[in-house]
């Protein structure tokens, strides 16, 4: 296949910046959904972002590798990051104006000028697209999760435990949460067949608000624990020699990828209804420092309370299933405050999974011009038909790390590749510099097109060898 002449492929890609589709009629880009504010686009960007990942494996991460000495690394890795990846994706969707099968398809076409390349592109697309699917299946089930422990926190069965390892055990259990599952991909697809400015834009300008001043009010309370202090010692004092452990840097850079969202899929997919006037460059900014002080304040819940009582800072779905629940039980009030923490987790899952459901329903409205209610039934069938046989803890868990270590980060280098390199040159740049009043420098080509492309192959790489590296 033959590169075309790079006049000619810079005529494709002005096409596509005033928003027609090279090779054809375009895409009913006039009907297309788009976010009325960019503040509502930032909210949408930070509630795909804050998951409860934030919650269970930041304060696990911190706590055991280097205390605040493990934020060096960390904010390192989401400064690199954030100015290279979060950009990109947002980037690459305003620009095509579609998901990553639309995106990749017409990064092709730019490139090699005819409808087969433009058909591999969509092929190409098809896995982040499905990983974000398969993911967000996944994910799902620990919504139910979540949800259950909700109603057992307002109904006062969560506090009358006397065994929290067995009453999660039953829970996480084969067919264990059916209703509860259920209920929580009704509340998602609910609000996302409203579509992006009617729904996915209005929840997140409320979740996302109050998931942070919920979080605030624990930390607070946590803060008048009696030893809670030891916890904020563990938490907050620098242990240095972390830093000459290689392990540090590695789990480093996978938290900051994971909890960006950089997987080719939905930021791209967000981006994709993004005005032309809206400077991606601070909304990535401002991204990427909501995010990281949603993990700081749970980390001043989570670790403080944990060393409150005695208990064992452990990593992934037990600190808040089994622990933190433990925790609860014996705080004064502590019913009120479980309720709190578990209205917070539900809504930073449900505004995860909108952005996760998104990209496959975007590819079927785009894909095959399906309306969006019928798009959503179909991806709500799917994950129901799908996630009804994960519930099982055990099932979830290898579900996820499967989609985490070997897709996830394809899609995002893939969708790096596409925007970066299959994209004439300068066209990334100058994507990203639309809304802006003061141009990039020239790091930009440099950081995007060589070291965030050779850091998520990396990310491959390690996470393959590490068995899961976020």
């Given at each position: 296949m033959?590169?075309?002449?790079?006049?000619?492929?810079?005529?494709?890609?002005q096409?596509?910046e005033?928003?027609?589709?090279?090779?054809?009629?375009?895409?009913?880009?006039?009907?297309?959904?788009s976010?009325?504010?960019?503040g509502?686009f930032?909210?949408?960007?930070?509630?795909?972002?804050?998951?409860?990942?934030?919650?269970?494996?930041?304060?696990?991460?911190?706590?055991?590798?280097?205390?605040?000495a493990?934020?060096?690394?960390y904010?390192?890795?989401?400064?690199?990051?954030?100015?290279?990846?979060?950009?990109?994706?947002?980037?690459?969707?305003?620009?095509?104006?579609?998901?990553?099968?639309?995106?990749?398809?017409?990064?092709?076409?730019?490139?090699?000028?005819s409808?087969?390349?433009?058909?591999?592109?969509?092929?190409?697309?098809?896995?982040?697209?499905?990983?974000?699917?398969?993911?967000?299946?996944?994910?799902?089930?620990?919504?139910?999760?979540?949800?259950?422990?909700?109603?057992?926190?307002?109904?006062?069965e969560?506090?009358?435990?006397?065994?929290?390892?067995?009453?999660?055990?039953?829970?996480?259990?084969?067919?264990?949460?059916?209703?509860?599952?259920?209920?929580?991909l009704?509340?998602?697809?609910?609000?996302?067949?409203?579509?992006?400015?009617?729904?996915?834009?209005?929840?997140?300008?409320v979740l996302?608000?109050?998931?942070?001043?919920?979080?605030?009010?624990?930390?607070?309370?946590?803060?008048?624990?009696?030893?809670?202090?030891?916890?904020?010692?563990?938490?907050?004092?620098?242990?240095?020699?972390?830093?000459?452990?290689?392990?540090?840097?590695?789990?480093?850079?996978?938290?900051?990828?994971?909890?960006?969202?950089?997987?080719?899929?939905?930021t791209?997919?967000?981006?994709?209804?993004?005005?032309?006037?809206?400077?991606?460059?601070?909304?990535?900014?401002?991204?990427?420092?909501?995010?990281?002080?949603?993990?700081?304040?749970?980390?001043?819940?989570?670790?403080?309370?944990?060393?409150?009582?005695?208990?064992?800072?452990?990593?992934?779905?037990?600190?808040?299933?089994?622990?933190?629940?433990?925790?609860?039980?014996?705080?004064?009030f502590?019913n009120i405050?479980?309720?709190?923490?578990?209205?917070?987790?539900?809504?930073?899952?449900?505004?995860?999974?909108?952005?996760?459901?998104?990209?496959p329903?975007?590819?079927?409205?785009?894909?095959?011009?399906?309306?969006?209610?019928?798009?959503?039934?179909?991806?709500?069938?799917?994950?129901?038909?799908?996630?009804?046989?994960?519930?099982?803890?055990?099932?979830?868990?290898?579900?996820?790390?499967?989609?985490?270590?070997?897709?996830?980060?394809?899609?995002?280098?893939?969708?790096?590749?596409m925007?970066?390199?299959?994209?004439?040159?300068?066209?990334?740049?100058?994507?990203?510099?639309?809304?802006?009043?003061?141009?990039?420098?020239?790091?930009?080509?440099?950081?995007?097109?060589?070291?965030?492309?050779?850091?998520?192959?990396?990310?491959?790489?390690?996470?393959?060898?590490?068995?899961?590296?976020?």
């Amino acid at each position: 296949m033959a590169v075309r002449d790079d006049n000619l492929v810079a005529e494709e890609a002005q096409a596509i910046e005033v928003g027609s589709e090279p090779g054809g009629a375009p895409e009913g880009r006039g009907q297309r959904d788009s976010w009325a504010t960019k503040g509502g686009f930032i909210l949408a960007c930070v509630g795909s972002a804050v998951g409860m990942a934030n919650i269970w494996l930041f304060p696990y991460r911190v706590a055991q590798l280097g205390g605040a000495a493990f934020l060096i690394p960390y904010l390192i890795f989401v400064l690199l990051l954030g100015f290279t990846g979060v950009i990109g994706e947002m980037s690459f969707g305003r620009a095509t104006g579609a998901g990553p099968m639309g995106a990749f398809a017409k990064a092709m076409e730019m490139r090699f000028g005819s409808r087969a390349s433009a058909t591999a592109g969509k092929v190409i697309g098809l896995i982040p697209t499905l990983g974000s699917l398969a993911i967000a299946i996944g994910y799902a089930v620990v919504l139910g999760w979540a949800c259950n422990y909700l109603v057992a926190s307002l109904d006062g069965e969560l506090m009358a435990q006397t065994d929290m390892g067995a009453f999660f055990g039953a829970i996480a259990s084969d067919f264990g949460n059916v209703g509860f599952h259920l209920l929580g991909l009704a509340i998602t697809f609910g609000i996302m067949i409203l579509g992006i400015s009617r729904g996915i834009e209005r929840v997140n300008k409320v979740l996302m608000p109050t998931f942070f001043v919920l979080f605030v009010i624990i930390a607070i309370r946590v803060a008048t624990l009696p030893g809670a202090a030891a916890g904020y010692e563990y938490l907050l004092v620098p242990r240095w020699e972390a830093l000459l452990n290689p392990t540090t840097w590695v789990y480093a850079l996978g938290q900051a990828f994971f909890s960006l969202s950089l997987a080719g899929c939905g930021t791209l997919v967000y981006g994709s209804y993004l005005k032309k006037d809206v400077d991606v460059v601070s909304s990535a900014r401002n991204v990427a420092i909501f995010d990281t002080i949603a993990g700081l304040v749970a980390a001043c819940v989570v670790v403080p309370g944990v060393f409150a009582f005695g208990l064992d800072v452990s990593s992934g779905p037990p600190l808040l299933f089994i622990t933190l629940a433990q925790v609860f039980q014996e705080m004064p009030f502590g019913n009120i405050f479980a309720i709190i923490l578990f209205v917070a987790v539900v809504f930073a899952a449900i505004t995860s999974l909108m952005n996760l459901f998104e990209a496959p329903v975007e590819a079927l409205q785009a894909q095959l011009g399906l309306p969006r209610a019928a798009s959503v039934g179909i991806v709500a069938i799917a994950a129901v038909a799908v996630g009804l046989f994960l519930e099982g803890g055990s099932t979830v868990s290898a579900w996820m790390d499967v989609i985490s270590i070997y897709v996830i980060p394809v899609g995002a280098f893939l969708a790096a590749l596409m925007f970066f390199w299959v994209c004439p040159r300068g066209f990334a740049k100058k994507q990203a510099e639309l809304g802006r009043t003061k141009p990039l420098g020239r790091w930009f080509d440099f950081m995007t097109r060589y070291v965030f492309v050779i850091i998520t192959a990396i990310v491959i790489v390690l996470g393959i060898f590490y068995g899961g590296i976020g």
